[in-house]
């Protein structure tokens, strides 16, 4: 009877402790926002200034080729086509991401943060950036990670980097 007592309690126990440990767990959401928060930061001047104040969404939407291939503005499709021409593994990239497009039906879930941080006068401002994810339609947003990166304002972390090293080269 005792032992019955004392498996059951440790079951019990152990029980509130996994349900505790799933609770505090972040969901797939919490996460790709986590990694839009960082995505962010690494854009900002000062980023230990980053305060995330309110998000609005998700949105979800048709995804097009365009935002499929991530080229939401003119400047952003001639780097792409730039881009393209001198590295032919990244022009094999974007044909076999057309093809994949065309089988498929994708969306775009957009999150749109407000957020604080200084600029470099050291002045606050509260800005609001788009963070998106392209999924297959109805399909529930991914965990960040490799080729499920946050695209903020149309940009990976990746492609934001090599973008403004174009920039500064006279683009």
């Known amino acids: 009877m005792k032992?019955?007592?004392?498996?059951?309690?440790?079951?019990?126990?152990?029980?509130a402790a996994g349900a505790t440990y799933a609770f505090m767990l972040p969901?797939?959401?919490e996460k790709f926002l986590q990694a839009c928060d960082e995505t962010?930061?690494?854009?900002l001047v000062a980023p230990a200034?980053?305060?995330r104040a309110n998000v609005t969404g998700p949105v979800r939407r048709g995804a097009e080729m365009r935002d499929y291939?991530?080229?939401q503005t003119a400047e952003k499709r001639e780097w792409r086509e730039v881009m393209a021409k001198r590295d032919?593994?990244?022009?094999?990239?974007?044909?076999?991401k057309v093809k994949a497009f065309r089988f498929g039906a994708f969306e775009v879930v957009s999150y749109f943060i407000e957020?604080?941080?200084?600029?470099?006068?050291?002045?606050?401002?509260?800005?609001?950036a788009e963070c998106s994810q392209i999924v297959e339609t109805g399909a529930p947003l991914?965990?960040?990670?490799?080729?499920?990166?946050?695209?903020?304002?149309?940009?990976t972390a990746f492609d934001w980097t090599f973008f403004q090293l174009w920039k500064a080269r006279g683009g």
Request: charged share 25%.
């Open 27 to 29: 969901d797939t959401e």
């Open 69 to 71: 291939l991530d080229q």
């Open 49 to 51: 200034t980053y305060a």
């Open 3 to 15: 032992r019955n007592i004392i498996i059951g309690t440790c079951a019990a126990v152990l029980a």
């Open 88 to 96: 032919k593994a990244l022009a094999e990239l974007y044909r076999e």
């Open 40 to 43: 962010l930061k690494d854009r």
């Open 142 to 155: 991914a965990d960040p990670g490799f080729g499920r990166d946050a695209v903020i304002d149309g940009f």
């Open 115 to 128: 957020y604080d941080a200084a600029n470099s006068f050291g002045t606050p401002l509260r800005s609001t």
